[in-house]
């Protein structure tokens, strides 16, 4: 995924967690002759003509909602989200959610997915399946006016930053409309403090605008530059509803979109701008947003709504090539979430990679495989999935250290018994 970059034949060696070299075997050869190396690998996989590429990033999420699947569809955003979701969440524990994200991280897997960008309730328990199960995650802060706060943002902000191998934190909130102006200043008071991107939901529901505009006199975009909040730079997760101030801030804030096509489809949240931000230069990454509002945590999906949307809502077959969206799918979800070093297959970048099987009817012939991969590949086509240069998924297996049928079965438990307490009125 390199600029510029064709697919080729040839190798890629990892050590540890890095990639130690990528390059053709004729390259390799020379590489070991020059410079003396000895490498002699513990495991030496032929792909057999299959596609080695970058995994994907999730760029926005809600992982332990894995729980709601299905709960509570079709529905309003507002009605689903005050009548069924809160209510529910409520009564979760740090344990439960500790459980339900290993089940999105199963998923996350079956689609290509190495990293997430993750906003949810118990930051610790999330960093700790993160951790327990070899999972690259990023969380983004999720203050709103009834849970978290500023303080405990920045004490996460740094105790999850450098802690260990899979896990980071970013500042953030939830949104404009679940947050008092006071929280907001504060949050933005950390991002001048710390010189800190920020990032949040923002314009994705006409009535949001509305009632911001009604609130402030201003678009949440203006809005909340206006409070400095994004002087360093963040994104917005959803962005569908905007305007050109909202386009030329985004631009000169150095900020990124997060689009969720699938999540903004299901709810009726409309159409995201995506061309107007690509031909503004604004970088654009794709989320699945979270498994109440999509269902599914398919990255194939995503990428295939971001450019059919974008053509339908353009009227134009050629808007949005699939070859920009697989770019948001990998570079730059990595830049939006902070992983820099796991954005391309490069020597020193983080061997978070994955194998897509070109020997299957979808991906024939090999005409275009990026196009391929875009249009018609899914997640039958993942093979391979290794993070940190540890295979966590491998023909249809897993390997993060539970049997998956206990996390089903942890799953079921949890909503049995929030269920019951539903019922029972507790």
């Known amino acids: 995924m390199a600029d510029d970059q064709e697919p080729f034949i040839g190798e890629l060696w990892t050590e540890g967690s890095r990639i130690r070299f990528v390059g053709t075997k004729e390259e390799a050869e020379l590489r070991l002759k020059e410079s003396g190396e000895r490498f002699r690998p513990e495991e030496e996989i032929d792909c057999h003509g299959d596609l080695l590429m970058p995994g994907?990033?999730?760029?926005?999420?809600?992982?332990?909602?894995?729980?709601l699947r299905s709960r509570a569809d079709d529905l309003p955003l507002d009605q689903w989200l005050n009548e069924q979701i809160f209510p529910v969440e409520a009564k979760l524990t740090e344990d439960d959610i500790y459980h339900l994200t290993k089940l999105a991280f199963l998923e996350y897997l079956t689609s290509g997915i190495t990293a997430c960008f993750d906003m949810y309730l118990t930051p610790r328990s999330i960093a700790k399946a993160a951790a327990d199960s070899g999972f690259r995650m990023v969380q983004v802060g999720a203050v709103n006016n009834f849970s978290q706060s500023p303080e405990l943002v920045e004490e996460l902000y740094q105790e999850l930053n450098g802690r260990d191998e899979f896990n980071s934190y970013v500042l953030g909130f939830h949104a404009e409309y679940t947050c008092s102006r006071e929280l907001l200043e504060k949050i933005a008071a950390l991002a001048h403090k710390y010189q800190a991107p920020v990032f949040t939901h923002i314009s994705e529901t006409k009535g949001e605008v509305a009632g911001c505009r009604e609130r402030y006199g201003m678009s949440p975009v203006k809005f909340l530059d206006s409070l400095g909040m994004f002087a360093y730079g963040g994104g917005g997760y959803h962005l569908v509803h905007v305007d050109d101030e909202d386009i030329r801030i985004l631009k000169e804030q150095k900020m990124f979109v997060?689009?969720?096509?699938?999540?903004?489809?299901?709810?009726a949240?409309?159409?995201?701008p995506i061309s107007r931000y690509l031909a503004a230069g604004i970088p654009?990454?794709?989320?699945?947003?979270?498994?109440?509002s999509n269902n599914a945590l398919?990255?194939?999906?995503?990428?295939?709504?971001?450019?059919?949307l974008a053509k339908l809502k353009d009227d134009d077959a050629s808007s949005v090539d699939a070859l920009s969206v697989l770019k948001m799918a990998t570079v730059n979800g990595a830049h939006a979430m902070g992983l820099t070093d796991a954005d391309t297959l490069a020597e020193g970048k983080k061997a978070d990679l994955?194998?897509?099987?070109?020997?299957?009817?979808?991906?024939?012939?090999?005409?275009?495989i990026?196009?391929?991969?875009?249009?018609?590949?899914?997640?039958?086509?993942?093979?391979l999935v290794m993070i940190g240069g540890e295979v966590k998924y491998r023909d249809g297996s897993f390997f993060i250290g539970e049997d998956p049928a206990a996390i089903y079965a942890?799953?079921?438990?949890?909503?049995?018994?929030?269920?019951?307490?539903?019922?029972?009125?507790?």
């Open 56 to 67: 994907f990033k999730n760029a926005h999420t809600h992982s332990a909602m894995t729980l």
């Open 284 to 292: 654009v990454a794709i989320g699945t947003d979270g498994p109440a």
């Open 269 to 272: 949240s409309g159409i995201a």
């Open 354 to 368: 994955i194998r897509i099987d070109l020997d299957q009817p979808n991906m024939q012939p090999l005409n275009n």
């Open 298 to 308: 398919d990255m194939f999906r995503e990428m295939f709504l971001t450019t059919g």
């Open 410 to 426: 942890k799953a079921e438990e949890i909503r049995s018994r929030i269920d019951r307490e539903m019922l029972e009125g507790n």
């Open 258 to 267: 997060v689009t969720n096509p699938g999540s903004n489809t299901k709810l």
């Open 370 to 383: 990026r196009k391929n991969l875009v249009y018609s590949g899914s997640k039958s086509n993942v093979r």
